[in-house]
Antibody, heavy 118, light 110 residues
Framework: QVQLVESGGGVVQPGRSLRLSCAGS????????IHWVRQAPGKGLEWVAL????????YYADSVKGRFTISRDNSENTVYLQMNSLRAEDTAVYYC???????????WGQGTLVTVSS | QSLLTQSPSVSAAPRQKVTISCSGS????????VSWFQQLPGTAPKLLIY???KRPSGIPDRYSGSKSGTSATLDITGLLTGDEADYYC???????????FGGGTKLTVL
């Protein structure tokens, strides 16, 4: 069955870095783009980033551009979100979801919590 | 402030119909497909509608979507208490080259 599993969340101090992973299984991972979406406590959904199926294209929300980098390793069926210069406002549950040529969100991971605090 | 505007909340009685609206602009809704997501408390979002009005497999036809100009709507008929959730519209914004979500609408089934 299709599964997306996020990992790598935790508590980190402002200004530090963290790398999240999104591991896919049960489908042809290399055929799908992957989105990252986050949700701050008690707030709405915020789209973060998208990487194309082959990693050749990346897109970012303005709020993370220049600080976050999305990448993928199709041999490991994993997409990464490298988060640098973290701020308190980056505190959120981070979800990944798959994308097939613009049809996306049919499967999501369970989310991983990132807390940025001193 | 989101580029897509949704009413913060809506309510209706069981078995009634509710409409959730989403307003944008020509750079997003006006020229791109709209999706709708449902998020039950404490869970990941779930895709309800894509390409303005298509339902993924397994989504009942009580949920329907439409788009006109720079606005989109999600209709839910035959409301159930289990429909109580947050609903988000979303679409690609061509000016930003980024996906955007609405602020979400909390549905209460009285």
């Amino acid at each position: 069955q299709v599964q997306l599993v996020e990992s790598g969340g935790g508590v980190v101090q402002p200004g530090r870095s963290l790398r999240l992973s999104c591991a896919g299984s049960g489908f042809r991972f290399s055929h799908y783009g992957i989105h990252w979406v986050r949700q701050a406590p008690g707030k709405g959904l915020e789209w973060v980033a998208l990487i194309s199926y082959d990693g050749s294209h990346q897109y970012y929300a303005d709020s993370v551009k220049g600080r976050f980098t999305i990448s993928r390793d199709n041999s490991e069926n994993t997409v990464y979100l490298q988060m640098n210069s973290l701020r308190a406002e980056d505190t959120a549950v981070y979800y990944c979801a798959r994308d097939l040529l613009g049809y996306w969100g049919d499967y999501w991971g369970q989310g991983t919590l990132v807390t940025v605090s001193s | 402030q989101s580029l897509l505007t949704q009413s913060p909340s809506v309510s209706a009685a069981p078995r009634q119909k509710v409409t959730i609206s989403c307003s944008g602009s020509s750079s997003n809704i006006g020229n791109n497909y709209v999706s709708w997501f449902q998020q039950l408390p404490g869970t990941a979002p779930k895709l309800l509608i894509y390409d303005n009005n298509k339902r993924p497999s397994g989504i009942p036809d009580r949920y329907s979507g439409s788009k006109s100009g720079t606005s989109a709507t999600l209709d839910i008929t035959g409301l159930l208490t289990g429909d109580e959730a947050d609903y988000y519209c979303g679409t690609w914004d061509s000016s930003l080259s980024a996906w955007v979500f609405g602020g979400g609408t909390k549905l209460t089934v009285l």
